[in-house]
């Protein structure tokens, strides 16, 4: 969906009066709009839009005017959204998204494009996975390719979106955090009947499953109930996520594990809640190769965010 700055940016000026609530939306102003939201500054939005950021800025001006609202906190660097900015980047976001794949399907021909995407195995598994049937339902001409990789990215590989909880993964890519990783305290709800009714005393006298892939789960629960780490190192450990989530299952102990990926298991009552409280252990943030942006790109880069708000 280009944007011209001969043309619809130009129109524009700070003397912008708003218009008849009845008249048509500002539709190049709405585009600039998601465009800030998602980069969240003014000149990498203006990069992708191919104009300059003073042209970006009156496009903004030009849609608070029309709605009669803040929509951005303007800081040095960065653009803020406001409340009202967060709820119409939710609302309009990725439909724009949707438009501009629409539009570039049809200039293909009605050939797919393919967006490839490397995520963490258990990231993949447990969040990513579940919802892309959604994405295909709405983006029809679009075709995702998931990959699972671990640690720092490769280069080499073709991908056009890598997903990462530790952003130094990421190299020199820039990125952009999207989700909030927060962790529980699960078990199984037979093996809870047989434990002790404490908190402490069940993770006193449980064995404690840890990942190896995320030796810090534990000291971050434990930080955060102010118990000393030392003292409750797991006794029964896994190489990675997956495997801890099903010792669990399994019943062989508890395991502190981000939320997002035993939701549903929650929801079934395979696993229980041992504490009500939420630990908040890290962020996840994508990169895209720079290389590599394209419409497709963008409609993913839209929906994921969408999924995680």
């Known amino acids: 969906m280009p944007v011209s700055q001969s043309t619809s940016f130009r129109t524009a000026s700070r003397k912008t009066q708003r218009p008849n609530m009845s008249s048509r939306p500002p539709l190049t102003a709405l585009y600039a709009f998601a465009t800030v939201a998602r980069c969240g500054n003014l000149r990498k939005a203006a990069q992708e839009l191919c104009v300059t950021p003073g042209a970006v800025s009156r496009q903004?001006?030009?849609?608070?005017?029309?709605?009669?609202?803040?929509l951005?906190?303007?800081?040095?660097?960065?653009?803020?959204?406001?409340?009202?900015?967060m709820q119409l980047q939710?609302?309009?976001?990725d439909k724009l998204a949707s438009i501009a794949a629409e539009v570039s399907l049809l200039r293909r021909g009605g050939r797919k494009a393919v967006v490839r995407v490397d995520a963490g195995v258990t990231f993949a598994m447990h969040w990513l996975l579940p919802r892309l049937a959604s994405?295909?339902?709405?983006?029809?001409?679009?075709?995702?390719?998931?990959?699972?990789?671990g640690g720092p990215i490769a280069m080499a590989t073709r991908v056009d979106v890598h997903i990462r909880r530790d952003p130094t993964d990421l190299g020199d890519l820039a990125y952009q955090p999207f989700l909030e990783e927060w962790s529980v305290l699960v078990a199984s709800p037979q093996l809870l009947q047989k434990a002790p009714s404490s908190v402490l005393d069940i993770v006193n006298n449980?064995?404690?499953?840890?990942?190896?892939?995320?030796?810090?789960?534990?000291?971050?629960?434990?930080?955060?109930?102010r118990i000393q780490a030392a003292g409750l190192?797991?006794?029964?450990?896994?190489d990675n996520?997956?495997?801890?989530?099903?010792a669990a299952l399994e019943g062989l102990g508890v395991v502190?594990?981000?939320?997002?990926?035993?939701s549903t298991m929650l929801q079934r009552r395979l696993l229980a809640l041992v504490d009500p409280e939420r630990v908040l252990t890290g962020h996840y943030s994508y990169a895209m190769r720079l290389r590599r942006e394209s419409t497709a790109v963008m409609t993913f880069v839209e929906w994921l965010r969408g999924q995680a708000s």
């Open 256 to 262: 502190v594990v981000p939320e997002i990926f035993v």
């Open 72 to 85: 951005f906190e303007r800081g040095a660097h960065q653009m803020e959204l406001t409340t009202q900015g």
């Open 90 to 93: 939710r609302g309009v976001g």
């Open 241 to 246: 996520t997956v495997l801890a989530i099903q």
């Open 206 to 225: 449980t064995p404690r499953i840890g990942a190896r892939s995320r030796p810090t789960l534990w000291a971050q629960w434990s930080a955060h109930h």
């Open 233 to 238: 190192e797991p006794t029964l450990e896994f």
């Open 135 to 149: 994405f295909s339902e709405a983006q029809a001409g679009l075709e995702v390719q998931l990959e699972t990789s």
């Open 60 to 70: 903004i001006q030009v849609l608070e005017s029309y709605l009669g609202l803040r």
